[in-house]
T-cell receptor, first 112, second 111 residues
Framework: GENVEQHPSTLSVQEGDSAVIKCTYS??????FPWYKQELGKRPQLIID?????GEKKDQRIAVTLNKTAKHFSLHITETQPEDSAVYFC???????????FGTGTQLKVEL | DTAVSQTPKYLVTQMGNDKSIKCEQN?????MYWYKQDSKKFLKIMFS???????INETVPNRFSPKSPDKAHLNLHINSLELGDSAVYFC??????????FGPGTRLTVT
C-alpha cells in the first residue's frame, strides 16, 4: 500500500518568512496530492491540491510543487502570518480505491 | 459546516461500554469515510462506504462496526470500548474524484 512521509514534524518561522513542508510517497500509481490545514480543535480543511499532470500550482500565498520522478511534493507558504499557525497534512491518493493516505503532519508556528 | 454533521461532538464514557457516533451529509455524494485521529494527530482511515456498500476496511478491530442505512448517513458503532479508543473521530465525504471534505469531528474519551 501507499506510504507517505512528511517532514519536518514541527516548524517555527518568523512572521513574513516562508515555510516549506515536504512529503514523499511510495506508490507510483498515486496521482492526487492534497494538502490539509487543521487548526486547533477544528476539522482538517483542504487548502490546495495538485494532480500528477501538473508540476506546480499556486493560490495566493500558497503553492505546491510535485516531482513525480522522485515521488515527492512540497507545500510552500510565503509571507507567513500568525493565522497560518496550524497543523498541515499532506496526502496521496489515486493508487487504488477512493483512498487518501495521510502524512504524519507538520505543526507550523508563525511567531510575531 | 452543515454539509457534514456529526453527533455527538463530545463523548465521555467508561471502558467496556458500547457507543455510537452518527454522521450525516446533505450534499448527495456517494462516498463517505471514517477516520481516527489519535493524540499525536495521526489521521488514519478506518472505513469507506460507497452508496451504502463497504469499500475500505483498514484492519480495524471488529469491535468497530460501520453502518450506512442510506446514502446520507454513515454511523460508527463501537463495542466494548477500550482506553486506546480515545481519539477524535472524523467523518468525511468524497466530493468527486479523490477530494474529501471532513466533518467537525467527535472527541471520544474513554475512562
Amino acid at each position: 500500500g501507499e506510504n507517505v512521509e512528511q517532514h519536518p514534524s514541527t516548524l517555527s518561522v518568523q512572521e513574513g518568512d516562508s515555510a516549506v513542508i515536504k512529503c514523499t510517497y511510495s506508490d507510483s500509481a498515486s496521482n492526487y496530492f492534497p494538502w490539509y490545514k487543521q487548526e486547533l480543535g477544528k476539522r482538517p480543511q483542504l487548502i490546495i491540491d495538485i494532480r500528477s499532470n501538473v508540476g506546480e500550482k499556486k493560490d495566493q500565498r500558497i503553492a505546491v510543487t510535485l516531482n513525480k520522478t522522485a515521488k515527492h511534493f512540497s507545500l510552500h507558504i510565503t509571507e507567513t502570518q500568525p493565522e497560518d499557525s496550524a497543523v498541515y497534512f499532506c496526502a496521496a491518493g489515486g493508487g487504488g480505491g477512493n483512498k487518501l493516505t495521510f502524512g504524519t503532519g507538520t505543526q507550523l508556528k508563525v511567531e510575531l | 459546516d452543515t454539509a457534514v454533521s456529526q453527533t455527538p461532538k463530545y463523548l465521555v464514557t467508561q471502558m467496556g461500554n458500547d457507543k455510537s457516533i452518527k454522521c450525516e451529509q446533505n450534499l448527495g455524494h456517494d462516498t463517505m469515510y471514517w477516520y481516527k485521529q489519535d493524540s499525536k494527530k495521526f489521521l488514519k482511515i478506518m472505513f469507506s462506504y460507497n452508496n451504502k456498500e463497504l469499500i475500505i476496511n483498514e484492519t480495524v478491530p471488529n469491535r468497530f462496526s460501520p453502518k450506512s442505512p442510506d446514502k446520507a448517513h454513515l454511523n460508527l458503532h463501537i463495542n466494548s470500548l477500550e482506553l486506546g479508543d480515545s481519539a477524535v473521530y472524523f467523518c468525511a465525504i468524497g466530493t468527486g474524484g479523490y477530494e474529501q471534505y471532513f466533518g467537525p469531528g467527535t472527541r471520544l474519551t474513554v475512562t
